[in-house]
Structure formats: C-alpha cells, structure tokens
C-alpha cells in the first residue's frame, strides 16, 4: 500500500513538474512551402519549369524560448531550406544553412544570439519591401538586380584583375557576392525599443571556420517604426584576403537607407538607396550604387504590388543593369496564397545579372520571367 501510494504521488509530481514546464517553455515548428510554375527567357534559351522557391524559399523552422523569470528568456531557432520540387536539400554543407543560433532575451537589455544568422543590414531590406505577406519576393527587383549580387560583370571590364574569399573570376566572369545575406559565427545584438520607435542590432562575426584572416564581419543597423511609417539606416563592411586564404587583403562596406510609408489605407510606398564600394589589392576597387522603388495596394483579400530598381558602376564601362517586378497575390487563408508575377531584368553590353537564380545566356542580355505558383505556411 505504502509502495502504491509513493507511485501516486510521484506520478502526481511528475504531472505538475511538467505542467509547470509547459506554462514557462515551448518550441515550435513551422516552415512554408512553395511551388511555381515559370516560363524563363534568358535571351538564347526559353525553359518552361515547375520550380519550389519561386516567391520564398521552402524551409522548415523549428523555434523555441523558455521564460527564465523576471522579464529573461532563452531562445533558439534552426531553418533548414529545401526544394520541394525535388525534395533535395538546398545546401549540401549546412542542413541548418539559414539560420541556427542560441540567445539570450531581456524585456530591459535586449538580446543577445550567438551563431549563423543574418546580418542587420539584411532586415532593413526585409521591411522596406512589400512584394506579398512572405516579403521579399523572387521577382522583386530588390532581389534581382539589388541583393542577387553586388556585381556580376564581364571580368576584362572589371578594374578587380585578382579574385579572393569576397570575389570570383570564373568563364571570363567576375562575380562579387552579397553581404546582406547569412553569416557563420555571428554574435548579434539587439536593443528593446527605445526613443518611440526605434530599434538598434549591432553584430561582429568571429573568424573561426574561414580561411585564415578572411570572415571578418561587422554590420548594423537602426529602425525606426511608429504608426504608417518604418525607416532604417545600416552599414556593413566585411574583410577577406586575396586570393582566398592568401596574406592580402580586400574589404567591401555597403551603406542602406530604407523606408515604407502607408500613404492611406492599403496603399504603401516603398524603397531604399544602396551604395558600396569593394576596395583589392594593387589599390584595385570597384564602386557602385543600387536604388528601388516600389508601391503596394491591399484589397480585402488580395495584393498587387510593382517594383523598380536600377544598379550603377562608376568605374566599370557598360556594367550597369536595371529590373523591374510586378506582382498579385490571392489570399485562400491566413496562410496560403496564390500568386502570379512577372519581371525582367536589362543588362548593358558588360553586365550578366541575373533573375530569381536564371542568369542570361550572354553579357548585354535581357533575362524575363513568368510564373504563377502557391504557398502556404504552417
């Protein structure tokens, strides 16, 4: 009897103990899928596709936070991204390759994330652009012309003749990679909400897991976000060494101002200005400067949104390029949508830009695109 009421009672325990676990503690999965079709003209060939990722990239995200007390919490999260076209994985390095960091979070301090996240400049992209709920369509010129890359131009135009970590010369084409993206390493932190409005995230990347002196990041950004309005500022800059693991050095820093504003109900305008500058060895740099605007209407269960950008070499002949995106989207639900889009993106006569990953079929080419698709989030 003594036996059986001891059992009770730690079964009792275990209950409460756990109750107790769910009210302070819970992790989440989530994740969207999304499938397109796409007529692609790439200036030579035209390709007809079913395609995953065509507006946002399929992911599954497993998320969790635990209350510590006192206004202190802990978090976690992990995405790991994939094409449901084929069910393969879109990285074969990183299962985890976008996002998987740990942290702590003060409803006075801040927060503190550790691990491979986004750079801030990264979100002042995100909330300045309204192509769909998901944000950051593929056919956004935002995503084509400015974050596909800061240059993808013919390599004898280029002024940059040695390529290193940041850079690649390949098929007589020189290619300068994005920083606005993901990044091993970080240490990122952000502050509550300060000032009615704003939001500052400051972040620095350790070296570990890159070639010796190349990786080191530091990127930040303010937000300001009060009624209609949402306007940022950021910076970033990251070193790499020519060639990758060699002794020199090369650094590219980027600058962002962004905004969107409700004009009136359901109408919003958009945009941001984007310079940079890639500075190499020999005293090489290359320099540039990339702009967008955009406008946005919701109806009662629907999106239409159109978008503009254009992208400027100073010192390169002929390697500017310009793009244009327009969108509408239908809302089944909170969480599936359809959509259809279109775009196009102009290369001049030394310029290989590329749209939603289809580059063209030659320097100078116009790459154009159709598709229509459904997501869904979960």
Known sequence: MKTKKTALTLAALALTGTAALAQTSNVTIAGRVDMGLQYVDTGVNKMKRVDSGTYTASRLIMRGNEDLGDGLSALFYLEHRFNADTGAAQSA????????????????????????????????????????????????????????????????????????????????????????????????????????????????????????????????????????????????????TVPAGGGLKQKVSEQLASAMYEVMPGFKLWGNIHPWQMKSVASTELKGHDWMLGASYWFAQSELWVNFASKKLKNCTDCDSSGWGIGYHYFLSKRTELYASIAQVSNDANSANSLNGFAPDNFGLKVRATSVGIATTF
Do not use: C
Not at 207 to 235: D, M, Q
């Open 93 to 240: 390095a990183k299962f985890w390759n976008a996002g998987s960091y740990v942290g702590l979070s003060s409803k006075d301090w801040g927060t503190v994330t550790l691990g491979r996240q986004y750079t801030p400049i990264f979100w002042s992209f995100l909330f300045a652009d309204d192509t769909g709920p998901l944000k950051l369509h593929g056919y956004s010129a935002l995503q084509s012309v400015q974050r596909s890359n800061f240059a993808r131009i013919r390599a004898s135009a280029s002024p940059i003749k040695a390529a290193g970590s940041l850079d690649t010369i390949s098929g007589g084409i020189y290619s300068l990679g994005i920083t606005s993206a993901f990044e091993d390493n970080q240490i990122v932190y952000k502050t509550p909400t300060f000032g009615g409005g704003f939001t500052a995230m400051l972040s620095a990347e350790a070296p570990e897991g890159y070639a010796a002196g190349s990786g080191k990041l530091f990127s930040g950004n303010i937000e300001y976000r009060k009624g209609p309005l949402y306007a940022s500022v950021a910076a970033t800059t990251k070193e790499g």
